[in-house]
């Protein structure tokens, strides 16, 4: 029985720590699910939090999740456990039944599944659950009191700090189609051989004031009683989708200038802002001067965003902007960076850096070799990623063969 039990503490531990660190190290692409979520449910009111819920929703799962691991205060964990399973396992029948969003975000961007697949894995949680929540009295303390307590605090605590980092910078990791390295013309792509889309076509012919659906292969078309109404294309299967399907770039002329940004041989200052009016003003002068020295070095730099004539007019009026402003999908533009403004530099299409606008770099100072200065930069994002996922690691190696937590 020790080690059905261990094993239910371990599954779920881990499918939690690992659904609350993809969400933790993206809090802006959590909070973008909630908003979708609260727009879908006529919960308007309810999209301003949806920045701290999302931060919330993270802390607890990796809470949940590192107390089952380490065994810190089980008979609480095991509580929150089953309230957690039970509350998310009705919310996402309800969501499988309605459908209001096709991706359900519990696993972010690291992990897609449909709302009917996520509950399913709920279903299989539940199993290690109920195991927990019946055993709950029988499992053993991993220390005393105050010292499980504290530790149980600090796991609470350490992925609302991965949070706010990852907001002040970027994402530790980056599992969106926009990662640092790629090449946006393969991603945009459809390689030879891919399934398309099918479609069914369904006609609908009326007699006698009944209306009836056909296909092809058997409508009416030698009964002339039945009178033809429309016809409608159902799409049987999905085909397959590029990565980045929604990328386009149209100055304010109107004119699509995207495989102009894609193919320039020289460096490319995208200077990324979903929307000007809710852009960082300090963030904006930061933009405004490193396009001054990006445009005296030769690159060309250019503003995406998504707000209207009007408030790029207005934002004219305020900044005095050194660049072109160019419209963008607004979407599309959060999913490139997670910030307000951010930067991206590209060159022949190929992501050689991002940034929030707290980190941009000294064009000066890198000037003789930016591709270096930005691999290098890359290196020490993957370090600090490493140090957490290993940090990590050790826990649940440690939850393994730490016996008196069973």
């Known amino acids: 029985m020790k080690i059905i039990v261990l094993i ?3 599954f779920p531990g881990l499918v939690f720590v690992f659904s609350g660190f993809v969400k933790a190290i993206d809090p802006s692409g959590s909070a973008i699910k909630f908003e979708e979520y609260f727009l879908a449910f006529h919960l308007d009111f309810l999209v301003a939090a949806a920045l701290p819920l999302a931060i919330l929703l993270s802390a607890a799962e990796m809470m949940i999740g590192l107390n089952l691991l380490v065994g810190l205060r089980m008979k609480l ?6 309230i957690f399973m039970l509350v998310f396992t009705i919310l996402t029948l309800l969501l499988a039944l309605t459908n209001p969003v096709s991706d359900c975000g519990c696993f972010g961007d690291a ?3 449909t709302n009917w697949q996520t509950f399913g894995k709920n279903i299989i949680l539940l199993i290690p659950t109920l195991i927990l929540f019946i055993n709950r009295k029988k499992l053993s303390h991993f220390s005393s009191s105050n010292k499980e307590w504290t530790l149980a605090v600090m796991n609470f605590m350490l992925p609302i700090l991965l949070s706010v ?7 530790l990791l980056d599992f969106r189609p926009y990662k640092i390295g790629t090449h946006i013309p393969d991603k945009m792509t459809i390689p030879d051989g891919a399934p398309m889309d099918k479609y069914e076509t369904i006609l609908v012919y009326k007699k006698e004031g009944v209306q009836q659906e056909f296909t092809e292969s058997n409508f009416p078309w030698q009964d002339t009683t039945w009178k033809w109404v429309e016809t409608r294309q159902n799409l049987i299967s999905r085909g397959y989708e590029t990565p980045i399907h929604d990328f386009s770039i149209t100055n304010t002329e109107g004119i699509d200038i995207t495989e102009q940004v894609l ?4 460096y490319v200052l995208l200077i990324i802002a979903p929307k000007l009016e809710q852009a960082s003003m300090k963030g904006m002068l930061a933009m405004n001067e490193l396009a001054m020295k990006a445009n005296n070095l030769g690159f060309n730099t250019y503003c995406l965003t998504s707000s209207t004539s009007i408030q790029l007019d207005d934002f004219r009026n305020t900044f005095r902007p050194v660049y072109e402003l160019c419209t963008t999908d607004e979407t599309t533009l959060k999913t490139i960076i997670r910030a307000n403004p951010g930067l991206l530099v590209l060159r022949e299409g190929t992501i050689l850096g991002k940034w929030n606008h707290t980190d941009i770099p000294d064009i000066r100072e890198i000037k003789a070799n930016l591709t270096s200065y930005i691999l290098d930069n890359q290196r020490h994002c993957n370090e600090r990623s490493a140090v957490i996922i290993l940090a990590l690691a050790v826990l649940v190696i440690y939850s393994v063969i730490n016996k008196r937590a069973v």
């Open 77 to 82: 964990t095991t509580w929150l456990l089953m």
């Open 8 to 10: 239910s503490r371990i």
């Open 165 to 171: 980092y990852c907001l002040i910078h970027q994402p």
């Open 263 to 266: 193919t320039d041989n020289g």
């Open 111 to 113: 992990l897609k599944l």
